[in-house]
């Protein structure tokens, strides 16, 4: 290998594939899965499933794909890598092209605000390092690999974001990572469906913990309950608000331009403007604060990297249209995050107005935490509106303030004329609800 180039023979080696001779010495740097996205030089990774990637080969190679990774037989003229599986194969290579690289990586995971953590650590880390980070949301055992091939003997730090539903997941993430940092951000309710509790959702978020490098360090919130009580046994740095974290904030204050408070950590005081709204925010800044100074970021660079930050995607945008203030904070929704955005809405001087959708993967706990979120939303909104399957708990929780609807279309058709001068919008639910489709709507 050189310059990250992986020839052909290598990676046959390494997943257990056969190579034509004559393609031995062919060439990738990185891979992909999806024919639109695919880079110059890349190895096209041909996935079967509901539609199958072997139909996309010809416009991988028309796009400049190097050779393809494929488990059918290909036009002899193609250099391909045959193997059974091309999803085990694929993490396969990125677990032994990991083994080659001398970056440190760092792995993020946590049941809300892995994203933000992940970009805010990412920001502190570019200041000083060539730094990779996980992009869009290849966070699963697809986009892991993917982005662990994008690494190159030049990267100095990855920032990779790791996400799970079930057990065994973030154990499948963390052999490929290999990461010395480790952070968890929280332990929530997200995917309580498929863990069955709280603990079972701790049980599965430590998992990333099976591949921690020795000598490695973890990260873990010590706001949250669980993952206080378990950062003693695994030696964990921890940091969050409460007094007791190695890591924690000091003269915290809020304002309509950010949040403002003094990052503790040691010897450190490092003062820390974040332009963003919501105090859950805090955590988030501190974990980059706490690896930022792990891997010998300056204190300036560190407070510089946090002042400038931007969020990723639909989370916690501040539109305007016209004077109606919208937070679209449409990317994600569990339990948690839901109160967090409602807090931020609550602090809006003109009407507040909540427009919610479904949270999913609840499973028996969505009909309770859709009224607890109802009635929550309740104490700190001036109207409702909800969408969704479980419209009637938030109804419940919520009384008279609220109105619900079975699609996105008759809510808009319903809110819109009621939209006055200084009203303030959140909108939220989970990815599978689409709330962004409102806006167009709307305005």
Sequence with gaps: MRNGMICLAQAAQWCGGRVEARYADVRFAGAQFDSRLLRQGELFVALSGQRDGHDFVPAAMAAGAAAVLASKPLAPEIPAIYVEDTRAALQAIAREYR?????????????VGKTTTKEMVAAVLETALRTVKTDQNYNNDLGVPVMLLRLTPQTQAAVLEMGMNHFGELSLLTSLVRP??????????????NLGSREGILKAKLEILEGLQPGGTCYFCGDNDLLRREAGAHHAVTFGVGEGNDVRAVDVRQSEDGIRFTAVAGAHRIPIALPLTGLHHVPDALAAVAVGLKCGVPEARIAEAL????????RQRILRYGSVTVIDDCYNAGPESMRASLDVLAQAKGRRIAVLGDM????????????????????????????????????????????????????????????????????KGSRGMKMERLLPLLF
């Design 180 to 193: 010395e940092l480790a952070v968890i951000t929280n332990v929530g309710t997200m995917h309580i469906e």
């Design 360 to 427: 999913l993967e609840l499973g028996d706990f969505a009909p309770q935490a859709h009224f607890e979120v109802g009635r929550y939303a309740a104490e700190r909104c001036d109207l409702i509106f909800v969408c969704g399957a479980n419209r009637a708990d938030y109804l419940r929780g919520a009384g008279e303030k609220a109105r619900a609807f079975q699609t996105h279309e008759a809510l808009a058709e319903a809110l819109k004329p009621l939209l006055r001068d200084g009203d303030t919008l959140l909108l």
């Design 307 to 314: 002042a400038s930050f931007q969020n990723t995607g639909h």
């Design 99 to 111: 083994k080659t690289l001398s970056c440190t990586v760092i792995g993020i995971t946590g049941s």
